[in-house]
């Protein structure tokens, strides 16, 4: 596996770009076949002048700007083996202060609960951001936190749960 230019990718599609072809390449080195992907979602920030470079690998960025929640579509392709592999695209976006990204996994969404024992969904992820997008990040932090738990109850966690939140 070799890293030569790794360091000089500064785009957040062509970093992904280059984690499915290392993914790809430790695939090819397992016994048998793999047919395994990740979601994936990442960005990166200019602190002085506040331009948000994005891509996402099935999963979307949502962010509030001005009070108003908006979303960037991912591609919707996995980092792993695809049957028509396309670049990721790399989303630009002027932050302003005082606005919040979300990144997360689909662990969340996805995590079975509540009383019918159903996944959790996007939709009511989503509704829960926004009703506290208000308060600090430590609040919201916690409020996601016993959300979750709440909702899994006494069920196994059936996947990685990361939500990562940031007010500029």
């Known amino acids: 596996m070799t890293f030569i230019g790794w360091k000089k990718i500064k785009e957040t599609g062509p970093i992904l770009d280059k984690v499915r072809e290392l993914v790809l390449e430790t695939f090819e080195k397992s016994e048998g076949s793999v ?6 979602s ?4 200019n602190t002085k002048t506040l331009e948000l470079k994005w891509s996402g ?3 979307p960025l949502w962010y509030l700007q001005k009070g108003e ?3 960037i579509t991912a591609t919707k392709q996995p980092i792993g083996q695809v049957d028509n592999p396309v670049p990721f695209t790399t989303h630009s976006l002027q932050l302003n202060k005082n606005d919040i990204i979300y990144l997360f ?3 969340y969404a996805d995590q079975f609960g509540g009383p019918k024992g159903k996944k959790f969904k996007y939709k009511q992820l989503k509704e829960l951001i926004l009703a506290n997008a208000g308060k600090t990040m430590t609040e919201q932090h916690n409020i996601l936190t016993n959300a979750f738990t709440n909702w899994k109850g ?8 990361c939500v990562i939140g940031v007010r500029v």
């Open 105 to 107: 996994t689909d662990g």
């Open 69 to 71: 929640a908006k979303e």
């Open 42 to 45: 990442l960005c990166g920030i």
């Open 57 to 59: 690998a099935n999963n």
């Open 35 to 40: 047919q395994d992907g990740m979601d994936i």
């Open 154 to 161: 006494n069920l196994e966690q059936v996947d990685d749960v």
